[in-house]
């Protein structure tokens, strides 16, 4: 047969039935060195149980192209793309070219006028705390004002701050050590901090925290009440007094003389040490008793101090609260020798400055060995004068002297003594430097000291250089309220006398708002670093508002991870204004870029970097242009539709007369509604934080529909009126849809949004100020598949509506110009879960045979997320109908597809807001013609897939003619991938995540991860407006569906708001006769079951659940017993052969191993290595014995466990998704694994040790049993088989 080849596609024809003919040309991303031919023939096989000739009656290519005409017929007609695609083509656009420097100018000026405002704040308190000491040096000022004691009459709370507070006066709190008559400028302060919040929006705490031990806060508040509060122990403080980068090495003495109330004395100081420093200075914590241990957290830390990042401070914190009694005796000397080795490690590599400051503090009893005493002094001491003349004596030392019981040895004490004033001559050692030591201090702790006050002014002993200058911090945790903030903080000085430092804290997301929504154009985008390279904000981190942590602190170059950004970064770190083109190859290429691009037919393209350092502050902005050749595009001023009525989304100000429910929002029908997200605003923040108001909707509704351009600006960019007025022409056609529709029992909303984050949406509905539609994941897919119909989901709809799925499509500036860059909009539809299986029954009729049985239809998008299954509508499945993957749900087909490797291709990504690698399938929406596994020979279970033409999804069918066996390796607790070290191509794994090692000592990764493109934005939570809880009982449905009405499951299927109820509220006895209800009532087709919305939960007895594991368990206990002996023997025999199997193909080439990858037609053969699998009880997923691979976990770093838990795979997870987070061992068992998570057949850059991946537990799935609950949020041991293996993990020392 003549051969064919096409760039991009793959290309499978077939000739007529019975011999088939495939030829196969893959090539990915249009790489001809990735392409490569087959030439299969095969004898037809049975596909549907048919004689041979029923084959030709069926084709999956046919079938997929009615699929995609239904799909087409949605987005034109129900959507509108075509009508709204042909309106946009007849606007008048404006091109312009990107001018990266001028564009950068404007924006550093608008950054630099805010940081500015705040340092006039700053400096203006400052100038009257020092006017106002003046003044107390004849009439002192020491009046108090208590914060604990306002009373609450004087209070009231402000969403700004998040807590009550009193904007007339300040409060004060003090420290243990306050003398009565300290100086207190408060009163003085009153109306000048009262000024500042009044005219600078953003401003949270402004404070003066004096030198004496008083801080004054204002807006007065009540805060830390229990005990003093001690704000010199503060990092802000620390950096503002003492300015200086310092490096510490903290030693705790944990030996044998140490008691365990010394040791606790010792611990708690070295936490007060590591909370008051910052990101400027380096730290190291050490543990001494016979030997010195070192926090193994990360092995930077063996060699070299690290910055004191959140990370850094939590592991050494975990190392410090780990420290345990001894019960060797203390070698002081072995202690300094390796704190003096980090101090000179660490000026080795960075060649620091002369202003830093180094210093070791050593937190002991002084006990040394009775029986020689004064050569351990004399010892250590000669390491203190060797190792400290190295380094020319500039090392400091401060030694805490722990109290035993009060009883305190005055031998010790003058060991203690003796090392910090380095007093080495008294013990015979002679000082061979020439420069003097520079002598600390001891003091005495004990039970009663105050660490912070004591131990967390540390830094007094250091030289005060008087350095008078404004710090700005990086973003921390608000700790008076909540949110993240950014402090400006100056010290104040009479002389050379400290009075102490005055600050303002910053909202974070308001200082940073002009670049978190920056958007001059799709082809451009802005990040904001400090002058270390350590990023601040960036397109794919979270949004300042959004966090509830400080971002990671992450170099720029691991999120512009392309060729040629190093040098990139070296000019922006080096000069203050510049500019740089690099070229990028298209395979190098970044998602946010792929995004951008207008012309992605070129092998390579062009990205403009502009920036500039922001004036008077540490900062430097950078705009990012993609493609700076191609002129961008700008809609010219537009008109409304004269039919078309502006209805602003807050329905609740409008008293709109014709307000109903749609389902949970408060909605009307008569018109959508426009909603303005915050990017549409000049001022995000704003917009974000204070209160929408009657007038100022009314104020928005006229500027907006406003064709005489006569009517002010009410705040809003000044793309935003022609983005309104050109999304106003979908409003007659969604209008007569609603009239008109056979489907509306089936759609949910309809909704259009522009880059600038307008959002028309029907029908008309309020919603949450803080939605951003650009930042859901139907955008971003849509974005992504420019020109394709795009699917997403399921997932659960935030409104009320259930499990819905979305198809999305872009509108382009020209229908002739369909690349991601020239997309001006993107038309979105909701519908139910269950329509689109529905579409499968009634067009493929070969779906409807067996009702899912054995013959199964699917729909997947490109990620391979399922969209239609059988299990994903069936009532008596478990729940779980999100981020259901095929992994999950066909193995079968999953292992066969994974040997088409340029079809499908494993990607990896680099997520720093979790410190991850991701792991996740990309599928080739260029597919032509159908894969199967036919053409390999017969099989029990067989398989077509094809794409749906148009989309970006694929349609499958799956005919199980009896039990297969089939590996995916998947964790049924976690997220966790089974096996880290290795990721291998055709080796099938559900989508996961493995930790991402970073070197905290040099902020670079520390295995090959850094070869992997940052990932894209997680997308943003999505929360309900609350509405008055009167309305929703007084209000109609927006629209009534009649499920009551409906007497035939055909009739009810997937109708909005309607669930066929077939199993009983016990969730197992079938109803005898089946009706339809409102999904309230029977959730899932289960009479009382729980609804995944919190406020509709219906509560079944403990009786039912456990009846119902009853029920579904496969097999008794005694039967259970038998077959798990014999499921231990199976994979005894199968890891025999499954060694076998990998030495025949260690030494294959990665091509010849590819071409002789195991298929799912010889799986009967001989297992695969590749071939693992763990899933959750599927259902009538398949049919089909599988082996599931289960992480058993016994005990768990702390430091991991906060890293792993607590994010949901997506944003309605309700603890179904297999794709919640957890951790890898980090030490891999010393024995084989039988259940191996793949063969290596590629080739390796890098020298590593190919470990077994962590034990697992060896679960036998059952077969389907008719009578399941279908939420039932964990895997029960009832339902499997379980083969005991345990497994142990070994924990970090920390």
């Not at 478990?878 to 999953?894: D, M, N």
């Not at 079809?903 to 013609?929: A, E």
């Amino acid at each position: 047969m003549a051969s064919q080849r096409r760039a991009g596609s793959v290309l499978l024809s077939r000739v007529s039935p019975p011999v088939w003919s495939i030829h196969a040309a893959f090539c990915w991303n249009n790489e001809q060195a990735f392409c490569w031919t087959g030439l299969v023939v095969v004898l037809c096989t049975l596909m549907c149980c048919a004689p041979c000739n029923a084959e030709t009656e069926f084709s999956i290519l046919e079938e997929a192209q009615v699929l995609a005409n239904q799909m087409k017929r949605l987005s034109t007609e129900e959507l509108g793309v075509f009508t709204m695609q042909r309106i946009f083509n007849s606007f008048v656009y404006t091109e312009r070219n990107s001018n990266g420097e001028t564009e950068v100018q404007l924006l550093e000026k608008k950054i630099r006028e805010k940081f500015n405002r705040y340092l006039d704040v700053v400096n203006r308190n400052k100038q009257v705390v020092e006017a106002s000491y003046t003044a107390h040096l004849t009439s002192p000022l020491t009046a108090t004002q208590d914060c604990c004691t306002i009373p609450p009459s004087m209070l009231d709370f402000d969403g700004n701050f998040n807590t009550n507070v009193s904007k007339t006066i300040s409060c004060d709190r003090l420290s243990t050590t306050v003398n009565s008559r300290a100086f207190n400028p408060g009163r003085d302060l009153n109306s000048v901090l009262a000024d500042n919040l009044k005219s600078n929006p953003g401003i949270k705490w402004q404070y003066f925290s004096s030198e004496e031990g008083i801080f004054t806060v204002f807006p007065a508040h009540k805060f830390r009440c229990k005990g003093t509060y001690e704000h010199r122990s503060r990092p802000v403080y620390v950096s503002a007094v003492r300015p200086q980068p310092k490096h510490i090495v903290v030693i705790v003495d944990h030996g044998a003389s140490a008691t365990e109330t010394q040791i606790q004395i010792a611990k708690d100081a070295a936490q007060v040490i590591l909370n008051s420093i910052d990101e400027h200075d380096k730290i190291s914590m050490l543990a001494v008793a016979d030997a010195v241990r070192t926090c193994s957290l990360d092995q930077c830390y063996k060699a070299f101090l690290s910055p004191a990042t959140s990370e850094t401070k939590r592991k050494m914190s975990s190392f410090i609260s780990n420290i345990k009694s001894s019960d060797s005796p203390t070698q002081h000397a072995l202690g300094f020798q390796k704190a003096f080795q980090l101090l000179q490690g660490t000026h080795n590599v960075t060649r620091q400055k002369s202003n830093t400051d180094m210093v070791i503090i050593y937190l002991s009893s002084g006990i040394t060995s009775r029986d020689s005493s004064e050569d351990d002094k004399k010892a250590t001491l000669r390491v203190i004068n060797m190792e400290n003349g190295c380094l020319n004596n500039t090392v400091m030392i401060l030694t805490y002297a722990l109290m035993n019981e009060g009883v305190t040895g005055l031998k010790e004490l003058a060991f203690l003594r003796d090392l910090a004033e380095q007093n080495s001559a008294k013990y015979g050692v002679r000082n061979r430097a020439s420069l003097p030591v520079v002598k600390g201090s001891m003091m005495v702790l004990n039970q009663l000291s105050n660490l912070e006050t004591t131990v967390g002014r540390f830094y007094i002993n250091l030289p005060n250089r008087m350095i008078d200058v404004a710090i700005f911090s990086l973003p921390y945790n608000d700790e008076m309220g909540e949110g993240l903030i950014m402090t400006v903080v100056r010290p104040c000085y009479f002389g050379n006398l400290l009075l102490g430092i005055v600050g303002v804290d910053v909202n974070l997301a308001y200082i940073l708002e002009d670049v978190t929504y920056y958007q001059d154009s799709l082809a451009s985008y802005t990040f904001l670093i400090d002058n270390k390279g350590y990023t601040l904000m960036h397109p794919s981190l979270s949004r300042p508002y959004l966090l509830s942590e400080p971002p990671l602190h992450t170099d720029i170059t691991h999120y512009e991870n392309i060729p040629g950004f190093e040098l990139v970064r070296q000019n922006i770190l080096s000069l203050s204004l510049g500019s740089q083109v690099i070229a990028v190859p298209v395979n190098s290429s970044l998602s946010w870029h792929m995004n951008r691009l207008r012309d992605a037919s070129q092998e390579a393209y062009n990205v403009s970097y502009a920036w500039k350092l922001i004036q008077d502050t540490s900062f430097i902005l950078c705009i990012a242009y993609v493609q700076p050749e191609i002129p961008v595009k700008h809609l010219k001023n537009l008109n409304t539709v004269p039919s078309s009525k502006l209805l602003y989304h807050r329905l609740d100000l409008l008293g709109q007369p014709s307000a109903c429910l749609h389902f949970k929002h408060l909605a009307t029908v008569e018109s959508p509604t426009v909603m303005l997200s915050a990017g549409s605003f000049s001022s995000p923040y704003e917009h974000l934080s204070q209160p929408e108001t009657k007038r100022m909707v009314e104020h928005y509704t006229a500027y907006l529909s406003d064709n005489t351009r006569l009517i002010a600006n009410p705040g809003l960019k000044s793309s935003v009126r022609n983005e309104v007025m050109a999304t106003s022409h979908v409003t007659d056609e969604w209008m007569t849809q609603m009239e008109m529709s056979g489907l509306n029992s089936y759609i949910v909303r309809r909704y259009i949004a522009t880059p600038n984050g307008v959002l028309r949406i029907y029908p008309g509905s309020l919603m949450d100020k803080a939605f951003d539609p650009t930042r859901r994941q139907w955008y971003l897919h849509a974005v992504a598949n420019p020109g394709l119909i795009t699917f997403t989901g399921p997932y659960l709809d935030v409104g009320g509506a259930g499990y819905v799925v979305t198809i999305s499509h872009t509108i382009h500036a020209s229908s002739s110009q369909m690349a991601s860059g020239y997309a001006v909009a993107v038309m979105g539809i909701d519908f139910t879960l269950r329509y689109f299986y529905k579409v499968l029954l009634d067009l493929l009729p070969v779906c409807n045979q067996d009702r899912g049985n054995k013959i199964r239809c699917f729909i997947m998008e490109d990620r391979g997320y399922l969209v239609a299954h059988p299990t994903l509508i069936d009532p008596k499945g478990h729940a779980p109908v999100e981020q259901q993957h095929i992994t999950h749900k066909e193995p079968l087909v999953a292992n066969d597809i994974l040997n088409h490797p340029n079809f499908v291709k494993k990607n990896l990504c680099n997520s720093f807001s979790d410190r991850t690698v991701q792991r996740f399938y990309k599928f080739n929406t260029s597919i032509i013609g159908d894969l199967t596994n036919l053409v390999h020979g017969s099989h029990c279970s067989k398989y077509r897939l094809t794409r749906i033409p148009g989309t970006n999804a694929f349609a499958g069918i799956v005919n199980e003619t009896c039990d297969s066996l089939a590996f995916c390796a998947c964790s049924m607790v976690d997220r966790l991938c089974l096996n880290c070290h290795r990721m291998e191509q055709n080796e099938c794994e559900c989508p996961c995540e493995c930790p991402l090692e970073v070197n905290e000592c040099t902020g670079s990764l520390t295995n090959a991860e850094n070869r992997n493109p940052s990932c894209e934005v997680h997308q943003d939570p999505l929360s309900l407006t609350l509405i008055d809880p009167s309305l929703q009982d007084t209000l109609p449905q927006c629209i009534n569906t009649r499920c009551n009405q409906r007497f035939t499951s055909g009739d009810c299927f997937g109708v909005l708001d309607c669930e066929w109820c077939v199993v009983d509220s016990d969730g197992k006895t079938h109803l005898h006769k089946p009706y339809c209800a409102l999904q309230k009532e029977c959730f899932g087709g289960i009479v009382g079951a729980r609804s995944p919305y919190v406020d509709d939960m219906g509560i079944l007895s403990d009786e039912v659940i456990t009846l119902n594991m009853i029920k579904s368990a496969p097999v008794g206990p005694v039967a259970g017993g038998i077959m798990g002996c014999i499921m231990v023997l199976v994979l005894a025999v199968y890891a025999y052969r499954h060694q076998i199997h990998r030495r025949s193909h260690q030494h294959m080439s990665p091509l010849a191993a590819q071409e002789m990858s195991v298929r799912m037609s010889n799986l009967d053969n001989e297992r695969d290595e590749r071939d693992e699998d763990s899933h959750e009880d599927r259902g009538i997923m398949s049919n089909t014995r599988f082996i599931a691979a289960v992480i058993e976990r016994r005990s768990h770093s702390p430091e991991r466990r906060r890293r792993y838990w607590g994010r949901s795979g997506t944003e309605s997870d309700h603890g179904y998704s297999t794709m919640s987070p957890q951790e890898d061992s980090e030490n891999p068992p010393c024995n084989n694994d039988p259940l191996s998570a793949g063969v290596d057949v590629g080739n390796h850059d890098e020298d590593l040790d190919l470990d077994t991946p962590p034990q697992t537990a060896a679960l036998l799935s059952h077969k389907f049993h008719p009578y399941r609950h279908p939420h039932h949020y964990s895997l029960h041991p009832s339902h499997h088989l379980q083969a005991a293996v345990t497994v142990h993990t070994v924990d970090a020392e920390c």
